[in-house]
């Protein structure tokens, strides 16, 4: 063994590299398999195995790569890779690196349907603005979808259930295959003529071949133009279609747009039974603050009304005279209590009281008091008063008594 004739690990993983760089098939070819072992790096890379009965190839998709992947890669799918494969030197393992991924078989379908979403999206026919409300009552609810089948069973079950008094207009569209654009478009149109209050455009679950239809452009371009608000309801939740981007509201099955579609009687009979019993009680609590009201201003009007004030000023007057009877009545018992005081100073004055105590007095001829000896002259005639009557005496004598003297202090 020369030396010439041993290498180096990294030289043999580069040479190797070195002759795939050089096979220009390898730089640019398109592989198909079954993904597994799909995982999505924190990095945004995707690092997946891509195999067959025979084989299996590792692949990643770097994440500057990832704008053309429309779908989420994982595990069990049938898609085709295009890219080149290469050597990572460090590891001497090759593998294909992913520029784009499309689904196979599906995937063209697929691919198809991103690009007219994509289009109908820059038309502006995805946009809020157009959508319609749909109505909270209706009479007439208008179905496109196929006369047999559990979707158009299940439709008229329900809406029938939640509102009996509803009536169902059904156009037996076609659903499926080439024929099935047109009828539903056909059917559209006549329901729009019919004057319906709203439309369900849906058929049940299938694949992606079956639900073909309802990613048309001209059935898509027929629900953007109708009328009458449009309900989509196409196969299952997990499944979506061109028309539920365009319709006015998007239902998950044909059974809940038939829900969203009808109102549920039942539910309005208890909303206006709960309203009348909210409305009584209003009404109620309403009456009586107004009869208190009522009653606060009768109290009001007969307290400031003329028959209060003439109770007001008849009161006054009663008053008023309470308080003169009372003012005479104390006037005349003061008066009463002076006369008496009067009369008892009198009675000490009066000179009968001093003639019943054994006094009496003398009057000369003419009537007049005598008080004095000097008042009298021996030989008149006087005449003494006593209690019991007149004594009449002549004057023989008069003596002057002589007075006591004046005591000091």
Known sequence: MTARSVYTVAQVNAYIKNMFTQDYMLQALFVKGEVS???????????????????????????????????????????VVGGMVDVYERDGKYQLYARQIALDGAGALYERYERLKREL?????FAPEYKKPIPGFIRTLGVVTADTGAAVRDIIQIATRRN??????????IVQGEQ??????????????????VMIVGRGGGSIEDLWAFNDRTVAQAVFDCSVPIISAVGHE?????????SDLRAPTPSAAAELAVYDIRQLTETLEDIARRLGKGMQRRLSGERVRLENCRLRLGAVGPESRLRERRAYLIQLEERLQRGMEDALQERKHRMALYIERMKGLSPLRKLSSGYSYVTDEEGGAVRSVQAVQPGQTVTIHVTDGLIKARVTEREKAALPAKRRC
């Open 238 to 246: 997990t499944d979506t279609t061109i028309i539920d981007f365009v």
């Open 164 to 173: 009996p008094y509803v009536q169902i207009l059904l156009y037996p569209a």
């Open 180 to 197: 099935a654009p047109e009828s539903i478009v056909r059917g559209i149109r006549a329901l729009e003529r019919q004057g319906v209050d």
């Open 37 to 79: 072992n799909c995982k999505y790096h924190s990095s945004g890379h995707i690092y997946f195995t891509l195999k067959d009965q025979k084989g299996a190839l590792q692949c990643v998709m770097f994440a500057g790569n990832r704008r053309g992947l429309d779908f989420r890669l994982q595990d069990g799918q049938q898609v």
């Open 121 to 125: 999206e820059e038309l502006g026919m």
